[in-house]
């Protein structure tokens, strides 16, 4: 039997240290939707998403409801689009009937507008990526990713030469609307096909039909739980965020396959995520800072990440069947108040979240540069970004916001999960001939693996 | 099905009352009931069986969270299993 001190602790997470569900997500195949005409595969798009996920909402508020925890959201991810549009190169109207289907079935974002040429690109891959700016201007739900890189094929720096042009268009089109369209558009290196999170979600090529994936989520549990030991030796801080990573891992798992059984879909995996959202109380910031460093950005913040994303792995991986997607801790600097508040007051740099990326999940996530920021300087960065996952063997990604007309220091607030980001400082140095040489940087020896 | 209710507030007359006079009349049986003051707050666990509930839990939910509204108190009640996947192997 539970008793009552577990009862309200449960309580007490949900209630006061924001744990909850961070998103549904139900992958769903495409590829039965290809036809050479633009007309009939759009058509085709929104009928599979429609019927595969027309009961998404319906069952996560359900599931909220039956065990009492906030589902924040519930989200598609589909087959890369640029594989479903290259018979028609329809990309456009596909785009148009991606967010469509998600208007109607009531889910926050849809994913999958992607294309993955980490080693080259098709004809029909670059009309994909070229009408990326276009798709994310005209529509409100869909979200965009590029893979240009990979350990086993190295980086494709023609890609990334065409990423620092295409974020920029995409923050020019969506100007009357702080850039917003860059946030919904993320450039991977080593990119992940059970991704629940956005804007980087797609349904990969190995995936079943319909699959359900589960990001959890807790930063305010974990803080509060080290609250408890504020003279605690660091391995008794790994041993605490084990222990709560685990509890709330647990939940994502219950609610994973309660939701696969109602959605008559695969369970695919639980992301053992720390995703911070930039409510008070919910930051991975504090966390770092409750470690003991006066600000995140301080010296020792790469240390104190890395024992914390380490931490969350082991502790969750015994609480799930199958774990997947970005796992680990989410540093996307204008989600989380810590972050918005070091970056405000100088304390932390875009330097320090680079070397951050190379230990904790993901990358360089939710930052705002200045509106003049040169593509080149932006496809550096990327090139930067990759060259960290793919010499590591881990996923990296940007999700840069060249904010249009602003410069550092002024802010852009998007509201909601997506937060306000302050501008950074970028280095204005030009890296230009170094983007302009193109080819590919080959991968590194570890890749070889065979 | 199996779940717990949490009741949480300021203590006053009549919450015991409130609640398990709601519960009867969704034919919802009381298994176990405790009851302790944590840092000055009224706090009540409820052990709950809704085999044979008038309601659908999501309905039952929504009931007692107006009850709760009504007597300025925060009323809650989870499936069992979110408890026992969080604090057993």
Known sequence: MIDNREILETINMIRDYHLDIRTITMGVSLYDCISDNADTTAARVYDKITSAAGDLVRVGERISS??????????????????????????????????????????????????LVQKGATAGENQMINSIPEALSQTKKVCSSVNIASTRAGINMDAVRTMGKIIKEVAYLTRDNQSIGAAKLVVFAN????????????????????????????????????EKIPLGDLAEVSEVIKKTAFKITRVGQLVAQTASKMLNANFGIVDLSLAPTPAIGDSVAYILEEMGLEQVGSTGTTAALALLNDAVKKGGIMASSHVGGLSGAFIPVSEDAGMID??????????????????????????????????????????????IGVVNSKTTAVRVIPAYGKSVGDFVDFGGLLGRAPVMKISTLSPAKFISRGGRVAAPIHGNKN | MKAFITVVGKDRVGIIAAVSGLLSQLNINIEDISQTIMQGMFTMVMAVELGQATLAFEDVAAKLLAEGEKLGIEISIRHKDIFEAMHRI
């Not at chain 1, 890369?80 to 990309?91: T, V």
């Not at chain 1, 991704?195 to 699959?211: K, L, S, T």
């Open chain 1, 342 to 387: 070091a970056v405000s007051k100088g304390s932390l740099t875009l330097e320090k979240l680079e070397a951050m990326t190379a230990v904790c999940s993901v990358g360089l996530d939710m930052i705002a540069v200045p509106g003049d920021t040169s593509p080149e300087v932006i496809s550096a960065l990327i090139a930067d970004e990759a060259a």
């Open chain 1, 191 to 226: 990119a992940v096909d059970d991704n629940p999170f956005m804007a980087g979600a797609f349904h990969g090529a190995g995936e079943g039909d319909r699959v359900i994936n589960v990001g959890v989520s807790g930063p305010g549990v974990v803080k509060t739980a080290l």
């Open chain 1, 66 to 115: 039956i065990y009492g925890i906030p589902i924040v959201n519930k989200r598609v991810a589909v087959t890369p689009i640029s594989a479903i549009g290259a018979a028609s190169g329809g990309y456009l109207k596909i785009a148009s009937a991606m967010d469509r289907a998600a208007a109607n079935i009531g889910i926050d974002f849809i994913g999958g507008y992607t294309a």
